[in-house]
């Protein structure tokens, strides 16, 4: 890995970008490259760049298409990480993706925010998981020099409240959007709480 900003190539990577820059706001989309960068450097730094379960087109889209569930396209009738991940399967498919393929990329998106869950599901899910947690201050593992690296091509917005937003926008849509005990749901409390 030469350069560590560089982005996979070919239509599946340009779609999947094309999509999420297209449905998403501009701090979301920028959270959802960081994420990849993240998840690669991840996967170098453990060496799990040779791995038979490290697919970089794989890992790009799960990473890239994690929050589509927070974009236009997604009608708000469930939770914001299913929406995501059905939405991103229906790329997938549309672009001849194997669909045991689809569904690990599916599963990737739709556990990306399970903390205890999402890294004992199988490599991409777990690096989908860590980069997207890197970007939003929740886990390390990156070093600070190549955080910077990556902050000063794709600049983070200060704080998660783009992400709070969204996510409150999208649960306030309908219950099943925010079911007891999601994340959804304790972000809608919180807000309605500071009313």
């Known amino acids: 890995m030469n350069d560590i900003l560089a982005l996979p190539t070919g239509q599946l990577a340009a779609a999947s970008l094309s999509l999420t820059q297209a449905t998403e706001s501009a701090p979301i989309a920028g959270h959802s490259i960081r994420s990849f960068l993240f998840a690669r450097l991840l996967a170098a730094q453990e060496g799990c760049l ?10 790009f889209a799960a990473c890239v298409l ?21 939405l991103a399967a229906a790329l997938l498919t549309k672009h001849g993706v194997a669909a045991a393929d689809v569904d690990r990329v599916w599963e990737a998106i739709a556990l990306h925010s399970s903390v ?3 890294d004992r599901r199988g490599l991409l899910t777990c690096l989908t998981h860590r980069g997207v947690f890197i970007d939003v201050g929740g886990y390390g ?4 020099a190549q955080l910077l690296q990556v902050g000063a091509v794709y ?11 969204a996510i ?5 849509r309908s219950a099943a959007a925010a079911p007891p ?5 304790e972000l809608l409390r919180q807000r ?3 009313a």
Do not use: C, K
């Not at 593992?141 to 600070?144: E, L, M, R, S, T």
């Not at 917005?157 to 937003?165: A, C, E, H, T």
């Not at 005990?181 to 749901?185: D, N, Q, R, T």
């Open 141 to 144: 593992g990156v070093a600070d």
């Open 50 to 59: 040779d791995d038979a379960a490290y697919d970089e087109d794989l890992l």
């Open 181 to 185: 005990y999601s994340i959804a749901a």
């Open 168 to 172: 409150v926008a999208h649960a306030s």
């Open 155 to 165: 600049p983070r917005p200060v704080g998660n409240r783009f992400l709070q937003d």
């Open 66 to 86: 994690h929050d589509l569930g927070l974009g236009t396209l997604a009608p708000g009738a469930a939770r914001f990480e299913v929406e995501g991940a059905d």
């Open 192 to 194: 309605r709480a500071e």
């Open 116 to 118: 205890g869950i999402a």
